[in-house]
């Protein structure tokens, strides 16, 4: 019993251990495809040329002779082959436009369908061009079979569509046959130059493939695209390290406004005005009794900062910028801005007493005891220790001007005879 194409394809499928679901991962052919090629009903597949094509792929993927199948598919199936052109040394072949007449006459009656149907609904090619917005010789072509009138068969593919839901015609054989139409006149070019090739000669021209020069190589267009983005960020980079170097060079330091305090705690005694240093120059401030300890702990009783037996030891530590004045036995021993980072120890007999700005910039140690940030952000605080402790002093009482009040005149009544 001769075993049919679909009964050849389902064994080779099965000896190899595979299901239709890895054949569709592998050739791309739906399996409900696949199942109508092994059940031999290949009438039910979309068109014919779909048909042959899903059924070459099948066989070759699985191993079998495509050849002897598609041979065997003319006597099996009510499909008929492609036409076979025979082809001979003669310099006249024998193409004679069998598959090109064949896919001219699929266009040609796509073409008399759509004009059958447009005519019978009593519509003109200007009315459907303003609905559908296809171009009037565009329509003509599609009417007249005329491949070579569209765009492109993409195009022409996308047109018929169109026009056909435009008509009321369902454009899915439409499209079908419009494939089979463009396999038709493919096999038909290729039979075609087939036949020049032989016509030439007995065997066809082979091409001389020109190997590109060695320069050409080199001076590809990936290499030039690389080359020109190279020197584009090389010239960025230049260009923005010389704009900081620039930039630094003309940074110019100025001196420091003087804050608030200064202004309204400024004495008649004669002072000293500071001249802005140069840009390279080093700003070193000094404690005046000694080396600056770290900021946040008390000096030690042998750092040589405080003096021992000493009545007052009052040590200030700097969190940040502000100004500060000290007052040691109504002497001043300090005066001016402190940066942080700085601390300095004053001992006195008989008064201590410590000015600020800001009292959140000083942290004071009194005899050996953290009182912590002295007061608030741009706060002015003033502090006395004397034997007795902290002394705040007494706050003096500013009379406020009070404007003198304006005296109205009073109406008189005056007696008419």
Do not use: C
């Not at 005899?367 to 402790?389: A, C, E, H, K, M």
């Amino acid at each position: 019993m001769v075993e049919t194409i679909g009964q050849q394809l389902r064994q080779a499928r099965e000896a190899r251990q595979l299901t239709l679901e890895q054949v569709t991962r592998a050739t791309h052919i739906r399996a409900h495809y696949l199942q109508l090629l092994e059940d031999d009903r290949l009438e039910a597949l979309p068109s014919e040329v779909q048909a042959r094509g899903f059924l070459r792929t099948y066989a070759n993927y699985l191993g079998l002779d495509a050849g002897s199948i598609m041979a065997s598919l003319q006597t099996e199936s009510s499909i008929p082959a492609p036409p076979v052109v025979e082809v001979d040394a003669s310099p006249v072949s024998k193409v004679d436009g069998l598959t090109s007449q064949a896919g001219e006459q699929i266009f040609a009656e796509l073409g008399q369908a759509l004009k059958n149907q447009r005519e019978l609904l009593g519509f003109s090619l200007e009315e459907v061009e303003r609905h559908t917005h296809l171009r009037t010789h565009y329509l003509q072509a599609l009417e007249s079979g005329s491949l070579a009138g569209l765009p492109s068969p993409v195009q022409g593919r996308g047109m018929l569509s169109n026009y056909a839901n435009f008509l009321g015609l369902d454009p899915e054989p439409l499209l079908l046959r419009f494939a089979d139409g463009l396999q038709a006149d493919l096999q038909a070019r290729q039979a075609e130059q087939q036949a020049a090739s032989l016509t030439a000669g007995s065997q066809p021209a082979r091409r001389v493939a020109r190997s590109p020069s060695r320069l050409h190589r080199f001076f590809s267009g990936e290499l030039l695209i690389a080359t020109v983005l190279v020197a584009f960020l090389a010239i960025a980079m230049i260009w923005a390290s010389v704009r900081v170097f620039t930039m630094q060079n003309n940074q110019v330091v100025g001196p420091t406004a003087p804050s608030i305090a200064e202004v309204l705690l400024a004495t008649p005694t004669e002072t000293l005005t500071p001249t802005a240093p140069p840009p390279s120059a080093t700003i070193t401030v000094f404690a005046p009794l000694g080396t600056p300890l770290p900021t946040g702990s008390p000096p030690p009783a042998s750092s040589g900062l405080l003096t021992p037996g000493s009545g007052l030891q009052v040590y200030v530590t700097v969190r940040h910028r502000a100004w500060m004045r000290a007052l040691v036995d109504e002497e001043i021993e300090f005066e001016g801005r402190v940066l942080p980072g700085n601390a300095y120890a004053f001992a006195g007999d008989e008064r201590v007493e410590i000015l600020t700005s800001d009292g959140s910039a000083l942290q004071v140690f009194f005899n050996q005891q953290d009182l912590g940030p002295i007061g608030l952000s741009s706060q002015v605080i003033d502090l006395v220790f004397t034997r007795d402790g902290l002394q705040t002093p007494t706050p003096t009482i500013t009379l406020t001007p009070t404007g003198t009040p304006r005296v109205s005149p009073t109406p008189t009544l005056t007696e008419q005879p």
